[in-house]
Structures are given as C-alpha cells and as structure tokens.
C-alpha cells in the first residue's frame, strides 16, 4: 500500500508539477550583474523552457545552451510571466533584447533571436541593467 501511494503521489506531482522537479541552479554573470539560473540544453529542457511557472525571482532565469550558433525562435506558450530573452552570440556578447509576453492560447507571437545565436537568457521581465554587448561569464568576475 505504501508503495502505492508513493507512486501515485510521484505521478501526481509530475502531472500537477512537471517543472518544479529539476531546478539545480548554477551562477552566471552578465558583466557585473549575477543572476542562479537552471541550464535547458537538452531536446525536452529547450522545448520545456519556463512553461507552467507562475514565478520567478528577479534574480533567477533559465538560459538556454545550443551546441552550435543558430536563429533561434522562442515563444511562450503555457509561460505564465512575461519575460524578457537576452540573445547572445558565440563570443558570449548580449546581441539582442527582447520582451516577451505571455500567452496561454494556441495563438503566440514567435519570437526571433537578431543573429545565430549560442546561448538566450530568459529572466522575469523587470529593470535589469543587462545591455546589448554585455558578457556572459560562467565564472566570478571579481
């Protein structure tokens, strides 16, 4: 019985919560500006984005890792926050900003990365100070 249960509550939760299960964070700079995010690299993560989530901090996102620069086309069907994507190039440079807004119908607006690009940051849509040829870091500036 307890064996039961046990799995009913595990599927329950993956079909209640299929985001909430993986979230390590890891630390990344823009410039100055430190942010946690989760990585989505894999076929399923890149499809899964941030759908399902009804919050973010403001210091925390999700970046998106492709093995090689490409146009990349989001959009945010199920996301339930509006976000804004910051396009980066190979060279780890923000070559691109864009606002994204919600949207839980069929009928979403794409959204296009401005070049090929090799890694997108989403974050809540709030003031940030990341600009255009900011520099992604996997490590401590300072």
Same mark, same amino acid.
């Given at each position: 019985?307890?064996?039961?249960?046990?799995?009913? #509550?595990?599927?329950?939760?993956? /079909? +209640?919560? &299929?985001?909430?299960?993986?979230?390590?964070?890891?630390?990344?700079?823009?410039?100055?500006?430190?942010?946690?995010?989760? /990585? !989505?690299? =894999?076929?399923?993560?890149? !499809?899964?984005?941030?759908?399902?989530?009804?919050?973010?901090?403001?210091?925390?996102?999700? #970046? $998106? +890792?492709?093995?090689?620069?490409?146009?990349? +086309? $989001?959009?945010? @069907?199920? +996301?339930?926050? %509006?976000?804004?994507?910051?396009? *980066? %190039? @190979?060279?780890?440079?923000?070559?691109?900003?864009?606002?994204? =807004?919600?949207?839980? %119908?069929?009928?979403?607006?794409?959204?296009?990365? &401005?070049?090929?690009?090799? *890694?997108?940051?989403?974050?809540?849509?709030?003031?940030?100070?990341?600009?255009?040829?900011?520099? #992604?870091?996997?490590?401590? &500036?300072?």
């Amino acid at each position: 019985m307890f064996r039961a249960s046990q799995l009913f #509550l595990s599927s329950l939760l993956l /079909i +209640v919560s &299929p985001v909430a299960i993986c979230e390590t964070l890891h630390d990344i700079w823009i410039d100055d500006q430190h942010y946690r995010v989760e /990585i !989505a690299s =894999t076929p399923t993560e890149l !499809a899964r984005g941030l759908m399902g989530r009804d919050e973010l901090a403001n210091d925390h996102g999700m #970046l $998106f +890792v492709f093995d090689s620069p490409r146009d990349a +086309v $989001f959009w945010m @069907k199920n +996301v339930r926050l %509006n976000l804004t994507a910051y396009w *980066f %190039n @190979k060279e780890h440079v923000v070559v691109g900003i864009t606002h994204m =807004t919600t949207c839980l %119908n069929s009928h979403c607006i794409r959204y296009s990365s &401005p070049e090929p690009v090799s *890694f997108v940051l989403e974050l809540a849509r709030t003031s940030k100070k990341i600009k255009i040829g900011g520099r #992604l870091r996997f490590e401590n &500036p300072q």
